[in-house]
């Protein structure tokens, strides 16, 4: 059984139900994200499927800003990819004044990770492409 | 991109998207979107039916950006090629790379080419102003001059009559979304223990006329520029001294008079500024 950790919340993303759920989601990606948690300037993550989602933020306040932000990002990489022609979305980082966030999809999840500017993007992405 | 003429900035921007597309055949798609997500230009090789839906993506990634501070750069990597956005000198630029493309070369050449057009442009801009300025030396003697602005504003101020006020507003739309309007002042000293260093004090009068141009948006700063070519941007207040008042006087600490190298009496240029 996975200890549910203290901070995670419940959040209900636009039109589309989530709960948290932990027991889905890949071990060893829970595992990394456990790990890029601990980095230098990593302030938390959001790891969605189909069906789950599960949010480790420093910021509970903006747990909802985040979310709807990374489900933006999800889907207008893939709108814009359409429209350019740039083939599958590998990753997207968008850079903000606040803080930087970096969104990639390994099989059915979609991870987004929340930094701040001066934390190492390649280092979170390398981990989370190991998986 | 505040101060200068659209057309000539759309052109200017224009030109420079088609010729990064031309030396760096790899960016397939290059265009430029002012701070409201507005396209200003884009270049030769960009598909036209694309883009109406591409600023619709765009404009809501960047709204709720917002959580973040707001977007100043944004990547999208994709397996055939890449798709950047880069906030720089208040335009977004959008480009698309093939997969083939050199990203440092392709970097080199959107980073440094539309800065450097942005910022010439800007100083043409304030460069044809002062070619429409007179060129005989003023008197120092003489009063306050509004140049874009019909004077008669100042005192409709005074005189509340119900016409001329209606019809105003309509005149200085004109001017607002073309040009800041630019003022002449005669430079003055102002002394004293709480006198802020940074701060100019003008005619109450035309700091309410600046924001009843701008739609009531709070003046606080304003350029002042000197007929050498100095210029400065400083915090604007209303003078204090009724004394003062309809001089036509602009009031600065010796600190921003050493900075703009000029004496008292002499006449300097001021705009609002307005970001």
């Known amino acids: 059984m996975v200890k549910k950790r203290k901070e995670a919340v419940e959040v209900t993303a636009p039109q589309e139900a989530v709960a948290i759920e932990s027991s ?22 959001i790891l969605r499927n189909t069906t789950s989602a599960s949010i480790d933020l420093k910021e509970p306040a903006k747990i909802v800003d985040y979310a709807t932000l990374s489900s933006t990002a999800f889907a207008a990489a893939e709108e814009l990819s359409r429209l350019f022609e740039f083939g599958d ?33 390649e280092k979170v992405l390398k981990k989370l492409e190991n998986v | 991109m505040k101060s200068m003429d659209n057309e000539f900035c ?63 750069a944004l990547t ?3 397996t055939d090629g890449r798709l950047s956005i880069s906030y720089v000198d208040e335009v977004y630029l959008v480009t698309v790379t093939s997969k083939k493309a050199d990203l440092n070369y392709v970097n080199t050449v959107t980073r440094v080419l539309v800065p450097t057009v942005l910022k010439l442009v800007e100083k043409i801009g304030s460069a044809s102003i002062k070619r429409d300025m007179p060129t005989t030396e003023p008197e120092l003697e003489a009063p306050a001059e509004v140049i874009e602005e ?4 100042l005192v409709e101020e005074t005189e509340p009559e119900k016409d001329e006020k209606e019809a105003e507003p309509e005149q200085k ?10 003022n002449q002042f005669i430079a003055e000293e102002i002394k004293g223990l709480l006198v802020s260093s940074d701060t100019v004090r003008i005619d109450n009068s035309v700091i309410e006329q600046w924001k009843e141009l701008y739609e009531g948006r709070e003046i606080e700063e304003a350029d ?52």
């Open chain 1, 24 to 45: 889905t989601c890949d071990d060893k990606l829970r595992e990394n994200l456990e790990e890029i948690k601990n980095y230098d300037g990593v302030v938390g993550y």
């Open chain 1, 89 to 121: 979305v590998k990753d997207i980082v968008v850079d903000g004044k606040n803080l930087k966030m970096l969104s990639l999809a390994v099989d059915e999840n979609k991870i987004s990770v929340f930094m701040e500017n001066n934390a190492d993007v």
């Open chain 2, 10 to 72: 759309a052109s200017a921007l224009k030109n420079t998207l088609d010729e990064m597309q031309r030396i760096c055949p790899e960016i397939k798609a290059t265009f430029v979107l002012d701070q409201n997500r507005k396209l200003i230009a884009r270049g030769v090789n960009t598909p036209e039916n694309t883009l109406p839906r591409a600023l619709e993506v765009f404009d809501e990634v960047l709204e709720k950006a917002e959580a973040i501070g707001g977007v100043e």
């Open chain 2, 76 to 78: 999208v990597q994709g």
């Open chain 2, 150 to 153: 019909p004077k008669a504003s």
């Open chain 2, 173 to 182: 739309l004109d001017t607002t979304f073309t040009e800041p309007p630019v």
């Open chain 2, 224 to 275: 002042v520029e000197t007929f050498a070519g100095k210029s400065l941007r400083c915090k604007v207040k209303p003078i204090k001294d009724g004394k003062f008042e309809g001089q036509g006087k602009i009031q600065l600490p010796n600190k921003l008079l050493l900075v703009l190298d000029i004496k008292k009496g002499e006449l300097v240029r001021v705009k609002p500024a307005i970001e």
